[in-house]
């Protein structure tokens, strides 16, 4: 009998995608990729290096070449060049931190089937409650990811060449953009808006870059506390729109315009879906998140970015890329 079935394999991944997440969070708690990036290349080396059972490291090294993220070449271990970049401990732009962060998360998808049957959270939403501690775990977390967008965002928009610019970072949590921004503009000037626990970590920060002399806060929630008027020449929305609905969107979007000096630059980050929803991957996944955790939330799709920005006085709306996210750039 002949078995014309496709391979079950690809399934069986998906069924048991949270041994992946597991073995990166673990993996990252052990700060294996670090050990290897610093010359560990055998269980045994690993294994006296990170204080682990050699058991425990072999199958560490199993699991990470099976998901592509060590190689193996002749009995001896590496990291693939995304993981020495990304997950390497204590540099800029390591995500070790939020994949320790994401296996606490992965309870919460339990309540998946229910939350997409009711259309929005079942248990406690996150993001609608004022000064929720949920935020002070994600803030430092999620501010590698935001350094290459941040970073991109600035060449798009010539920062450093900008002079004396002031900006407005609206739900600005760890204050990367301004980190990053000061730094390249010396002459620059930021205020971040956000709960006030979550500034005082940003101030820490920013201080700690050395750039802490030229950033402000204002505590408050962003749906109800004043931007100002022609104040400022950039302004950030960062990983936001995708917790708020339509109308918070073009609502937030005609006060960042007012709050803009005339000529003045709107940067939205986030996880960008295609008009017809084929893709990308990353945002088109990530929408599952925001059902579970907003009332409102979703990914949404270039042609409701363009449609709301014109709403609220942009007349310029381009898109650049900044995997896994785009960024939305209006004048
Ligand atoms: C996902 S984080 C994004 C942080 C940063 N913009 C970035 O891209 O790395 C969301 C931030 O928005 C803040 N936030 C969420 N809802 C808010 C609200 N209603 N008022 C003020 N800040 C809010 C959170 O405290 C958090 O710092």
Redo the contacts with the bound molecule.
């Keep these: 009998m002949t078995n014309n079935r496709p391979s079950p394999v690809g399934i069986m991944r998906l069924i048991n995608g949270y041994w992946a997440t597991g073995i990166l969070a673990a993996a990252a708690t052990h700060k294996v990729f670090t050990h290897l990036e610093n010359g560990a290349e055998t269980a045994t080396e690993l294994a006296e290096r990170a204080g682990i059972a050699e058991r425990g490291a072999q199958t560490l090294l199993d699991g990470l070449v099976s998901v592509g993220l060590a190689e193996l070449h002749e009995g001896h271990y590496r990291n693939t060049p995304e993981a020495a970049t990304y997950l390497v401990e204590d540099t800029p732009v390591s995500l070790a931190p939020f994949a320790r962060l994401k296996l606490t998360h992965t309870g919460a998808l339990t309540d998946l089937a229910e939350v997409v049957r009711v259309g929005g959270p079942v248990k406690d939403v996150v ?1 609608e409650v004022a000064n929720n501690p949920h ?1 002070e775990g ?2 430092t977390a ?2 590698a ?2 350094v290459p967008a941040a970073t991109i965002a600035a060449e798009v928009l010539g920062l450093a060449d900008a002079g004396e610019i002031s900006i407005l ?1 609206v ?4 204050g ?2 301004s980190g990053i921004w000061l730094e390249a503009n010396p002459a620059a000037r930021a205020t971040q ?3 006030e626990p ?1 500034n005082e970590i940003a101030r820490r920060l920013l201080t700690e870059r050395g750039v802490g002399d030229r950033f402000t806060t204002l505590a ?4 109800t506390t004043d931007f100002g008027t022609a104040q400022y020449d950039i302004a950030v929305y ?3 729109a995708h ?1 708020e609905g339509p109308e918070s969107n073009v609502e937030v979007f005609t006060r960042l315009r007012q709050a803009l000096k005339p000529g003045g630059t709107l940067v939205v ?1 986030d996880y960008v879906v295609d008009d017809d929803r084929g893709g990308p991957q990353f945002p088109l996944l990530f929408a599952s998140e925001m059902l579970l955790k907003t009332r409102q939330g979703s990914t949404w799709r270039r042609s409701d970015y363009r449609e709301w920005l014109i709403k609220a006085g942009f007349e310029d709306v381009s898109f650049h890329t900044a995997e896994p996210g785009t960024l939305v750039v209006a004048k």
């Design positions: 993001v935020w994600i803030v999620i501010a990811q935001s970072d739900g600005g949590g760890s990367i953009y808006l956000d709960w979550i408050g929630d962003f749906h960062s990983h936001i917790q980050n």
